[in-house]
């Protein structure tokens, strides 16, 4: 068992597609909100295997999309002072912020380095003692817990010249955000990764208080088939509940080690999302027992102003109300290489998946 | 960034594994999983190991697909009969 | 605000593509599509006249070295237009304080590769700058190969029909991934090398019988993705893959799951795409096999007249989307 090609075999899809096709009985739209799940679906081809009557939407799983401009212009601020390091995930490079995105900022001057983890951004502080370095904390309840243990690490090393810079955000707060502020789904493809730290009951509240499908969701292409027919099987049944598709590494409780870390090191506030706006205790900041170690106060630094107006959706993309092709930037002013919003950022993003893979179909 | 995998841990050292993923191999915090030895899988994110891989429940995933398939593909041989 | 160069613009990709055709084409007042080596008439014959910079960091890898990648890079660039290399020449940027040793080894790498794939280094040039002015050394060659008349139409395919073959000669990917794992210090399960090679005893192999050969490209910067799309673009045709068909080494897929890379997209700099008539597919790949460096070679698509200028990948799930050109950061130094 490698838990990978297992779930990769096309009987296995075909005979999911033909499931999928009896049952459904009428128009559905389903939204995934796992920035990975966008990225899967799309990789792997999945919307041709739906019949027309199946509708994906992408909502806001993607961390590089959902985090602020006034986020990256931070980052950059900071990269520019002259001893300081940012340690970030190569997705948040071309970003834009408010006049530049990090990839043209180092090409100003500015000392940006991709990292692949938190511990990484900390080794570069233990190898380099006279250099300030700040990670840039992104992502969902999946990544927190690893800044956790490495500003735990820190903190136990006396380490001085390491740094936090903390855009962790939360995933359900959002979707309840989406769901209060109208949008038009079924379901929802629940985002797996999330859920091995929170655990699968993270997602109740929503079919008790909104009566949606959820399904907690893998990412190969019979987890995300499996899910959509679980999804329409829900639906048909007028049974909303939470079902765990990805049983094989999420429970309902979830990784109650990974939570004591977010708890230890980490506490709720108010949020900034890009395309969503401000949401209440839906983001992470460091417990006043790990302030010294958060770049925000530790370093004064002047940002621009941000004045940017833009014709750019990605805030209705994200709740599902519009598809990409509907913006009027669109393939014209917003592309992969110049990005005008962040969903055509990101790998992950609605608008990037799109343009890549399904581009004029 | 949301990447996350099955890995293969193929040494301990403390806090930290080497794990392998489709023969690459890769430093894990192992601090989130519990009780894990040489030979299990886990899911790899951003550097750290943040669940065990359950055989069992995945066997009975592929046990569920299978059965679907076969429904399928035994309800075309009902029509031809 | 002024605009800079990016890392991105010299990745392969889209924005290479805009960087070359916004600020040199048009200056030089090159017209036509890109192909790999210029064509020219040289008295009653043709050449084909070609040229490549080195800039790979690290100077060594599993499998070669900057002075073997740069006779390698310019003896491709000419093979793959159906030439037969002869000459090179190779020019040396060195920084200060490079040691002499290390400039020897790669050196004779150079000479080693340019023996066994029979051409001559014949001129060349040397700059010395000051420390911090480059980093330790970069390499230019350029080449010349002569061209038969009957194999002008590999490089520009104007010979290529619909239901034509598209032929890979091995898994893409290696060279990028090599790299990767050097510089990143990973190690592998099992050992992977780049597939840096010299491609023109294969493509003299099969271009025995020219008719049947209608294009021929060799893998560098954006991969397999940046080579079909830039040849559907070309010859505006359609161009349908298929994913399972494609050889990719284990380490290679491991990798690219771990990074969200697509190893279509990655760079190779020993491995290309040809595509051939249908009646003669099945025998160049078997010619290609029976040499060592085109053991996994593969018929992996074939040529459509449907979504001219685009891309289809039958997913090897069953699903079917479009294999984009790769854009934004690839991997800056890989070659």
Request: charged share 20%; proline share 4%; with cysteine.
């Given at each position: 068992m490698k838990f990978v090609d297992e779930f990769r075999q096309r009987s296995q899809t075909e005979s999911l597609a033909r499931l999928?096709?009896?049952?459904?009985?009428?128009?559905?739209?389903?939204?995934?909100?796992?920035?990975?799940?966008?990225?899967?679906?799309?990789?792997?081809?999945i919307p041709s295997l739906l019949p027309d009557r199946v509708r994906l939407l992408s909502g806001p799983g993607c961390p590089v999309c959902v985090t602020s401009a006034d986020y990256i212009d931070r980052l950059i601020a900071l990269a520019s002072l002259r001893d300081v390091t940012v340690a970030l995930f190569g997705d948040l490079m071309r970003v834009p912020g408010t006049l530049l995105s990090p990839a043209a900022a180092v090409a100003e001057g500015a000392d940006l380095r991709v990292v692949l983890s938190a511990h990484e951004a900390l080794q570069m502080a233990q190898s380099d003692p006279q250099r300030k370095i700040v990670f840039s904390a992104v992502g969902f309840e999946t990544t927190a817990p690893g800044t956790a243990v490495t500003v735990m690490q820190a903190d136990s090393e006396g380490r001085d010249n390491f740094y936090v810079l903390s855009a962790h955000k939360l995933m359900p707060p959002a979707m309840e955000a989406i769901l209060k502020d109208g949008?038009?789904?079924?379901?929802?493809?629940?985002?797996?990764?999330?859920?091995?730290?929170?655990?699968?009951?993270?997602?109740?509240?929503?079919?008790?208080?909104?009566?949606?499908?959820?399904?907690?969701?893998?990412?190969?292409?019979?987890?995300?088939?499996?899910?959509?027919?679980?999804?329409?099987?829900?639906?048909?049944?007028?049974?909303?509940?939470?079902?765990?598709?990805?049983?094989?590494?999420?429970?309902?409780?979830?990784?109650?080690?990974?939570?004591?870390?977010?708890?230890?090191?980490?506490?709720?506030?108010?949020?900034?999302?890009?395309?969503?706006?401000?949401?209440?205790?839906?983001?992470?900041?460091?417990?006043?027992?790990?302030r010294r170690f958060d770049a925000g106060t530790a370093f004064r630094v002047s940002l621009p102003e941000s004045t940017r107006a833009s014709a750019c959706i990605c805030g209705e993309i994200l709740r599902g109300l519009r598809s990409p092709p509907e913006c009027v930037l669109y393939a014209s002013q917003c592309t992969p290489e110049h990005p005008e919003g962040a969903c055509m950022v990101s790998e992950e993003g609605a608008c990037n998946s799109w343009f890549k893979y399904r581009h004029d179909e | 960034m949301c990447l996350s995998l099955p890995a293969r841990i193929i040494s301990i050292e403390g806090d930290m594994g080497q794990v392998s993923v489709g023969g690459v191999v890769f430093q894990a915090g192992l601090q989130m999983v519990e009780g894990v030895r040489v030979g299990d899988y886990v899911l790899l994110h951003a550097g750290f190991a943040i669940e065990k891989m359950k055989e069992e429940e995945a066997m009975e995933t592929l046990r569920l697909l299978k059965e679907m398939e076969d429904a399928i593909n035994g309800s075309d041989g009902d029509e031809v009969c | 605000m002024n605009e800079k160069i990016t890392l991105g613009q010299g990745s392969g990709g889209r924005q290479a593509q805009d960087l070359i055709r916004d600020h040199f084409a048009s200056r030089f007042g090159m017209e036509g599509p890109m192909?790999?080596?210029?064509?020219?008439?040289?008295?009653?014959?043709?050449?084909?006249?070609?040229?490549?910079?080195?800039v790979i960091d690290p100077l060594f890898f599993p499998g070669g070295n900057i002075g073997k990648l740069a006779v390698c890079g310019t003896v491709n660039d000419l093979a793959v237009s159906g030439a037969e290399p002869r000459f090179l020449s190779a020019a040396f940027i060195i920084e200060e304080g490079f040691e002499v040793s290390e400039?020897?080894?790669?050196?004779?790498?150079?000479?080693?590769?340019?023996?066994?794939?029979?051409?001559?280094?014949?001129?060349?040039?040397?700059?010395?700058?000051?420390?911090?002015?480059?980093?330790?050394?970069?390499?230019?060659?350029?080449?010349?190969?002569?061209?038969?008349?009957?194999?002008?139409?590999?490089?520009?395919?104007?010979?290529?029909?619909?239901?034509?073959?598209?032929?890979?000669?091995?898994?893409?990917?290696?060279?990028?991934?090599?790299?990767?794992?050097?510089?990143?210090?990973?190690?592998?399960?099992?050992?992977?090398?780049?597939?840096?090679?010299?491609?023109?005893?294969?493509?003299?192999?099969?271009?025995?019988?020219?008719?049947?050969?209608?294009f021929m490209r060799d893998l560098t910067r954006g991969g397999l993705a940046a080579v079909l799309n830039e040849f559907a673009t070309m010859i505006s045709c359609g161009l349908t893959v298929n994913e399972e068909s494609v050889p990719i080494a284990e380490p290679v897929?491991?990798?690219?799951?771990?990074?969200?890379?697509?190893?279509?997209?990655l760079a190779s700099e020993g491995r290309m795409v040809i595509v051939a008539a249908p009646e003669a597919a099945d025998r160049i790949v078997e010619i290609l096999r029976s040499d060592p460096?085109?053991?996994?070679?593969?018929?992996?698509?074939?040529?459509?007249?449907?979504?001219?200028?685009?891309v289809v990948l039958n997913s090897s799930t069953g699903g079917r989307r479009f294999l984009d050109m790769p854009s934004g950061l690839l991997l800056p130094r890989i070659c």
């Open positions: 999928i096709a009896e049952a459904a009985t009428r128009d559905y739209t389903f939204m995934e909100v796992c920035g990975g799940h966008t990225s899967a679906i799309h990789r792997f081809g949008t038009r789904i079924d379901g929802f493809i629940c985002p797996g990764h999330v859920a091995v730290i929170t655990g699968a009951s993270a997602f109740d509240f929503i079919p008790e208080r909104y009566g949606l499908a959820c399904v907690v969701a893998g990412f190969e292409p019979a987890d995300l088939l499996m899910s959509v027919l679980m999804l329409i099987r829900q639906v048909n049944s007028s049974s909303p509940s939470v079902e765990t598709e990805y049983s094989r590494v999420v429970s309902s409780k979830g990784n109650q080690r990974a939570q004591a870390y977010l708890a230890e090191v980490f506490e709720p506030c108010d949020a900034q999302w890009r395309g969503l706006g401000h949401i209440a205790l839906s983001g992470l900041r460091l417990r006043d027992r790990y | - | 192909t790999d080596s210029a064509l020219l008439s040289a008295g009653e014959g043709m050449i084909a006249f070609t040229t490549d910079s080195f400039l020897d080894a790669i050196v004779a790498s150079m000479a080693a590769e340019a023996d066994a794939a029979g051409v001559m280094i014949v001129t060349g040039d040397t700059k010395v700058v000051e420390k911090g002015q480059c980093d330790r050394i970069f390499i230019n060659t350029a080449g010349v190969g002569l061209l038969p008349r009957e194999h002008m139409h590999i490089s520009s395919g104007v010979s290529v029909k619909e239901g034509d073959r598209l032929i890979i000669s091995g898994p893409p990917g290696d060279h990028a991934v090599a790299i990767l794992a050097s510089r990143r210090k990973l190690s592998f399960d099992q050992p992977l090398i780049s597939d840096c090679a010299s491609l023109n005893r294969l493509t003299g192999k099969i271009l025995e019988k020219p008719a049947a050969v209608h897929r491991g990798l690219c799951e771990i990074l969200g890379f697509d190893p279509l997209t460096l085109g053991r996994e070679s593969a018929v992996i698509g074939e040529i459509t007249a449907e979504r001219r200028g685009r």
